[in-house]
């Protein structure tokens, strides 16, 4: 395996850092229902790491426990070297983890701008007493975000619906919509859900663009759930495989795509 | 045609970002204003002050209070009319606490109080929702009723049970009292409510109000990309909670005069403002204008039509006027569901181009 401080470079030529979050022997636990078991991986800074297996083996899961949406019972997360103690959703996101979600989670409430503008909660801290009278601290961070999102808007190509209410927008431009709130909250480590699920090809494409690019222009970290075998092969850097809670496959696309346990994983194998 | 939206372009995110960033509801809103401080005190009477302006005015502070808890944040509340009479009996006690003290600070720290007293019974909105939610501030109304009847303390040890507002004064000119002069109650509140108004609006576009809003429209979610849900409800109830103080004080000090808990803040007036919210808009600073606005105007409109114009007998007024205004409700229920903000909302789209279909 790789050295945990060093990074290597891809064979596009793009810098891999070091371990930004590491998981450690992760067993999650519903009941008498494994989810995870005793599961151990990595996601180096600046590499797009894909999470894939069969239906319920765990890869949702999986990205809850990283947002802190569920608490592991066994096992720790490291993330920037050091132990993670439990904590609340909100406290994860504030310390640079954001997340899209498999079925669309926006305001419906709210227009396109506002929900990105949530995203920069991590940013803006201006008081109460500052916002009711809009002036000082207060106005300043609001223009100075505004600067950020409407950066997001352009990159992602939504300036036409800046301020339609998210309700009324059909579900591909819904998914970016989401992915720019995710984006505006500027995370060290991005988690997508499923950002393909339900899109025509064309979608897929685009989609799989703004991925690549945001890990290119940005240098973002992604961890992303797909089912789209395709799109994982040719986005990722390295990939998880799990299957039942257990992890089968860690690697490079093309390790993994040879691998025999993987490979019965997805095809099935014979019981005789 | 009414509305030129043409060649209004805004160059920062600022001009962007305002209340009104069209020019033509800019110079009406400052119209509004004009005409609300420097006409309307000249040309009103006791009459007007008393059924129509100062109700408008109070009535509308308690619906922009209610609407930020209800119509931005989600958490329905049953509990308005004991926090409104929280608002009038501190109100009160520091009236008579401390008499030097000017009483404009008395119904802001009146606000205060109610704003502590409300976050505490927001308290359960962390564990439960919705209607539940809705019987849980149910709770609050009953025990803040009960409480002010009968802790002898919160009325003075008075014999009647009632509070009395005595008379104070702002600049010299009395504003509470019998001898208040109509215009210096009608101004007294009138500043309040702008003052509200404002505060309300700069709090619901700014980072508050998306906090509230995400919370209302999927709270999960909202946690997840970091919204601490603790804060963002507590911080709702405590703002609305203020307002609603405000609006109580007012009602009590200024309007009534005297008070007597279960008959000014009773269950109805929970339902009232919680109507003028629904029926004005929720989550629109403009709604509970409006709706304050239909439900003090047209009861007032309604008799003066019937009583003063048609020549009914009174009795037979007052009947149809329920009936009118109830169905009136629905009808507008039916026709917009949200509210006449949004049907206001829905007029200005067309007025953009008005007289052209296109």
């Known amino acids: ?272 | 045609m009414f509305y030129r939206e043409a060649g209004d372009f805004k160059t920062s995110y600022v001009e962007d970002g305002q209340t009104f960033p069209i020019k033509f509801d800019r110079y009406r809103y400052y119209a509004v204003l004009i005409a609300a401080f420097a006409v309307v005190p000249f040309i009103i009477n006791d009459y007007w002050v008393n059924a129509v302006f100062l109700p408008f005015l109070i009535y509308s502070i308690a619906a922009i209070g209610l609407n930020i808890l209800v119509g931005y944040c989600g958490q329905v509340s049953l509990g308005t009319g004991g926090f409104m009479a929280v608002g009038a009996y501190a109100c009160y006690k520091l009236m008579t606490a401390f008499p030097e003290v000017n009483i404009f600070f008395h119904v802001i720290c009146a606000g205060g109080i109610t704003a502590g007293v409300c976050v505490l019974f927001g308290l359960p909105s962390l564990r439960i929702k919705g209607f539940y939610l809705a019987v849980a501030t149910l709770a609050a109304q009953f025990f803040l009723v009960w409480m002010f009847n009968r802790v002898s303390w919160f009325y003075n040890y008075s014999a009647s049970g009632q509070i009395n507002a005595p008379e104070r004064t702002v600049f010299g000119t009395a504003v509470t009292g019998a001898e208040t002069a109509p215009w210096a109650a009608y101004l007294f509140c009138l500043v309040f409510t702008v003052a509200c108004a404002i505060l309300a609006r700069n709090l619901t576009r700014g980072m508050a109000g998306r906090k509230w809003m995400a919370i209302r429209d999927m709270d999960i979610a909202a946690e997840i990309i970091g919204v601490n849900p603790l804060r963002a409800k507590l911080s709702a109830f405590g703002i609305s909670g203020f307002f609603v103080g405000i609006a109580g004080a007012l009602f009590f000090a200024v309007y009534l005069g005297a008070v007597e808990v279960g008959e000014a803040f009773g269950i109805t007036k929970s339902f009232l403002v919680l109507f003028m919210v629904i029926i004005g808009g929720l989550g629109s600073i403009f709604g509970s204008f409006a709706g304050a606005a239909f439900l003090v105007l047209l009861p007032v409109l309604l008799k003066n039509l019937l009583v003063g114009t048609l020549g009914w007998p009174t009795d037979l007024a007052a009947h149809l006027e329920f009936m009118i205004v109830g169905g009136l409700i629905v009808i507008f229920l039916i026709a917009e569901p949200h509210g006449l903000a949004q049907l206001w909302r829905v007029a200005k789209e067309k007025l953009r181009l008005w007289p052209f279909p296109h």
């Open chain 1, 1 to 272: 395996m790789l050295d945990a401080s060093e990074g290597y470079t891809t064979e596009d030529g793009r810098k891999i850092g070091g371990v930004v979050m590491e998981m450690k022997n992760i067993t999650l636990r519903f009941g008498g229902v494994v989810a995870i078991k005793d599961i151990s991986f990595d996601i180096r800074e600046g590499e797009i790491r894909a999470i894939i297996g069969p239906n319920g083996a765990g890869k949702s899961s999986m990205l809850n426990v990283i947002s802190g949406f569920y608490n592991p019972q066994d096992g720790q997360v490291f993330y920037k070297g050091a132990l993670r103690p439990q904590m609340k959703p909100y406290q994860v996101a504030r310390q640079g983890i954001a997340r899209t979600f498999q079925n669309i989670a926006l305001f419906d409430g709210m227009s396109v701008l506002d929900n990105i503008m949530t995203g920069r909660i991590r940013q803006m801290d201006a008081g109460i007493f500052a916002q009711a009278i809009w002036k000082g601290k207060a106005e300043r961070e609001e223009v100075e975000n505004r600067e950020t999102v409407e950066k997001i808007i352009d990159f992602l190509e939504i300036q036409h619906i800046r301020k339609t209410p998210v309700g009324r927008l059909p579900y591909g431009l819904k998914k970016r919509v989401e992915l720019a709130r995710a984006l505006a909250a500027e995370p060290s480590i991005l988690l997508l859900d499923e950002p393909m699920a339900g899109m025509n090809v064309e979608e897929k494409e685009d989609m799989s663009r703004f991925i690549l690019d945001v890990n290119d222009e940005f240098g973002t970290t992604i961890a992303l759930i797909e089912h789209d075998m395709g799109v994982v092969m040719d986005l990722s850097d390295r990939v998880v495989v799990m299957d039942y809670g257990k992890k089968i496959g860690d690697g490079t696309p093309d390790e993994v795509r040879n691998n025999q346990a993987v490979i019965d994983a997805y095809l099935g194998v014979a019981h005789d």
